[in-house]
């Protein structure tokens, strides 16, 4: 894929850029703030686009306005956004149109999920950090929600909102293929969800169950 990285820290941008290199990928260009960044986008058309939420000028959510400012010109172009700490309010409309991952910097040390994550978004799937998952799940209106299901079933629902596929749960938590399909259906089932099998409109299917009115929500 054809990369644009938006990172302030040098260090951090250039490990990144090495690592994704070393993948295969081709990063087009490496900007500094969220002005340059955007003009990279522009000027490169790239299949992915990085960003850390937080950039230049303001560090506040510059580079998270930038994303959902890419989505609406260039909407083809895949969103990763990086942060260092659970930010979710631009993140959830921009979830909703798929090729888009939402995950913590220090997941970027699990190199093999982090590669798979890239690959993931940038066939137009999604990607969302296990913590953001766990944060969404494990609310008081969520237990009730979630009280039909075993235990393996809630570990199984954990891994498809993060956007794993069946293949890449049964790998994740040691189980068969066939195993894994047997819990989706019974989730599925046992929460009223549409069987789709494409990941990414499992992955709204379960955010949507989530998300009802009076289920815990991130704080923005």
Same mark, same amino acid.
């Given at each position: 894929?054809? +990369?644009?990285?938006?990172?302030?820290?040098?260090?951090?941008? =250039?490990? %990144?850029?090495?690592?994704?290199?070393?993948?295969?990928?081709?990063?087009?260009?490496?900007?500094?703030?969220?002005?340059?960044?955007?003009?990279?986008?522009?000027?490169?058309?790239?299949?992915?686009? +990085?960003?850390? +939420?937080?950039?230049?000028?303001?560090?506040?959510?510059?580079?998270?306005?930038?994303?959902?400012?890419?989505?609406?010109?260039?909407?083809?172009?895949? +969103?990763?956004?990086?942060?260092?700490?659970?930010?979710?309010?631009?993140?959830?409309?921009?979830?909703?149109?798929?090729?888009?991952?939402?995950?913590?910097?220090?997941?970027?040390?699990?190199?093999?999920?982090?590669?798979?994550?890239?690959?993931?978004?940038?066939?137009?799937?999604?990607?969302?950090?296990?913590?953001?998952?766990?944060?969404?799940?494990?609310?008081?209106?969520?237990?009730?929600?979630?009280?039909?299901?075993?235990?393996?079933?809630?570990?199984? %629902?954990?891994?498809?909102?993060?956007? %794993?596929?069946?293949?890449?749960?049964?790998?994740?938590?040691?189980?068969?293929?066939?195993?894994?399909?047997?819990?989706?259906?019974?989730?599925?089932?046992?929460?009223?969800?549409?069987?789709?099998? =494409?990941?990414?409109?499992?992955?709204?299917?379960? %955010?949507?169950?989530?998300?009802?009115?009076?289920?815990?929500?991130?704080?923005?």
């Amino acid at each position: 894929m054809r +990369i644009v990285i938006g990172e302030d820290s040098a260090l951090f941008r =250039e490990g %990144l850029a090495c690592l994704l290199a070393d993948a295969g990928h081709e990063v087009v260009e490496k900007a500094h703030d969220a002005p340059s960044l955007l003009q990279a986008v522009e000027r490169t058309e790239p299949d992915l686009a +990085i960003i850390d +939420i937080r950039m230049p000028p303001d560090r506040t959510d510059d580079g998270a306005r930038a994303a959902r400012r890419i989505r609406t010109t260039r909407p083809r172009c895949g +969103i990763v956004l990086l942060s260092q700490h659970i930010e979710t309010r631009h993140s959830v409309e921009l979830v909703a149109h798929g090729g888009f991952g939402y995950l913590l910097k220090d997941r970027v040390l699990d190199v093999d999920d982090f590669l798979d994550a890239i690959r993931r978004i940038g066939a137009g799937g999604s990607a969302l950090d296990p913590e953001v998952v766990r944060r969404l799940v494990g609310g008081q209106r969520s237990d009730r929600l979630l009280a039909p299901l075993t235990e393996r079933e809630r570990d199984v %629902l954990a891994l498809m909102a993060e956007g %794993l596929t069946n293949i890449g749960i049964a790998r994740r938590l040691w189980l068969t293929d066939r195993t894994v399909e047997a819990h989706v259906s019974s989730i599925m089932n046992k929460l009223g969800l549409p069987t789709s099998e =494409e990941g990414h409109r499992r992955v709204l299917a379960v %955010l949507a169950y989530l998300n009802q009115p009076g289920t815990t929500t991130l704080a923005p």
